[in-house]
């Protein structure tokens, strides 16, 4: 992670910028990573070495695929407020391999619509971009403003499955599925 270029966006919507990520983040994300608050959908928080090892995998995906989680920032106060983007799926499951778009916000910058609007740009960047043919997404059950942000952005729902990776008998294991595909996003986004 370097710190060159930090105010290029890679692309941006009205109030966010989508960027690569700078050592100044680390902070910030473990922090987010930390919350119970943030991380109430996801089996555990993150201490400090699981966000340096998330952050290490990001990177990996980045320059493997050309593209992964972006760090967001307010274009108005450069305020990092998490991450959005588009990441391989590879975990066992019959719709995988595939890509799937996702964000983690920190919780004081919820219920604004920075979900909404930059998960919209994210699959306005996959599609036009790297003209992806289609697009995931997937939340436990009980994620219900994760599910809504799906249904904003124009995904429909196609299934519900039991994540491999999240043990038996854990609340979080039941997980509802959404999909777009580049033709209907384009034609929603006109």
Known sequence: MEDLNINKYIFQSSRLGFRMWKESDRELLTKMNGSKEVMRCFPKTLDSKETDDFLNRVQIHFEENGYGLWAVELKDTKEFI???????????????????????????YWNKGYATEGAKACLEYGFKNLNLDTIY?????????????????????????KHPKVGDGNPLKPHVLYKIDGKEFLMIAR
């Open 82 to 108: 998490g991450f959005i983007g588009l990441l391989n799926a590879t975990f066992e499951a019959h719709f995988t391999p595939c890509v799937e778009i996702g964000w983690r916000l920190d919780d004081k």
């Open 137 to 161: 997404s997937f939340t436990a059950e009980i994620n219900k403003p994760s599910e809504n942000v799906m249904k904003k952005i124009g995904l429909k729902k196609v299934g519900e499955f």
